[in-house]
């Protein structure tokens, strides 16, 4: 099973948006593996956005990302990434689908409520940069004989 990294960012944390994002991608039948919430240092920061590093833009993601706590997840499942990225949304609400995270829950580029890795090799990445082994949760679910064939 694939596995990815989301993060509902402070904006959403401090809306009171975190269980109907958890929601959202539970419905999905993807399966929670690890779950904490955390303050972002801006040295994680840092290492996480480094591909960003120069950009007009990139002072302040790391300012807007360290603002306040987020919530930081495992997510497991058949092409987690993928089935994460459509759960949220076009990088812009305004350009996102309705019935996806940030189409109906969003406004602002700048605080779009989520991240989520954009690859399987990013998501082993990201996992690295925010979980340890030990917080990760191996366990069988048994709604997942009725999600997928």
Known sequence: ?????????????QR???????GRLER??????????????????????AEHQGKAFYDGLLAF?????VIAMIWEGREAVTVVRS???????LKA?????????????GMNLIHGSDSPARAETEISLFFSGP???????TADRWIRE
């Open 28 to 49: 999905r039948g993807l399966k929670l593996i690890a779950l904490k919430m955390m303050q972002i240092t801006r040295e994680l920061a840092g290492r996480h956005y």
């Open 16 to 22: 009171g948006l975190v269980g109907e994002i958890i």
């Open 135 to 141: 917080e990760l949760h191996q366990y069988n679910r």
């Open 87 to 93: 759960a949220m949304g076009s990088t812009d609400p």
């Open 65 to 69: 990302i360290t603002s306040g706590p």
């Open 1 to 13: 099973m694939e596995r990815t990294l989301v993060l509902v960012k402070p904006d959403g944390v």
């Open 97 to 109: 689908a309705p019935g996806t995270i940030r189409g109906d829950l969003a406004l602002d580029l």
